[in-house]
Nanobody
Framework: QVQLVESGGGLVQAGGSLRLSCAASGTIFTIDRMAWYRRARGQERELVAAATSVGSTNYADSVKGRFTISRDDAKNTVYLQMNSLKSEDTAVYYC?????????WGQGTQVTVSS
């Protein structure tokens, strides 16, 4: 059984930074893809950033240059460093991993950016 536990959300002023973490537990070997999604109120969930096991990353256009995804495979953990936060980044952020043809999701963590 794979479980994901997120941390690092909170309230921050516009222009500030936050770092989200997501640790996967269970019997895990190499995780194929680790990613962050978000869902703002009244909107659909969108991909924020993803990182594969071979080192490639991709980002939503709205966060390029401000957010950085990284992963620590020894700890089965994925991070999202968020800088220059804007009010439109306010959302619930979810981590996900693709492992052995199954996508697992975290419980979500709220990020609120005040203007």
């Amino acid at each position: 059984q794979v479980q994901l536990v997120e941390s690092g959300g909170g309230l921050v002023q516009a222009g500030g930074s936050l770092r989200l973490s997501c640790a996967a537990s269970g019997t895990i070997f190499t995780i194929d893809r680790m990613a962050w999604y978000r869902r703002a109120r009244g909107q659909e969930r969108e991909l924020v950033a993803a990182a594969t096991s071979v080192g490639s990353t991709n980002y939503a256009d709205s966060v390029k240059g401000r957010f950085t995804i990284s992963r620590d495979d020894a700890k089965n953990t994925v991070y999202l460093q968020m800088n220059s936060l804007k009010s439109e980044d306010t959302a619930v952020y979810y981590c996900s991993i693709d492992y052995r043809f199954t996508r697992y999701w975290g419980q979500g963590t709220q990020v609120t950016v005040s203007s």
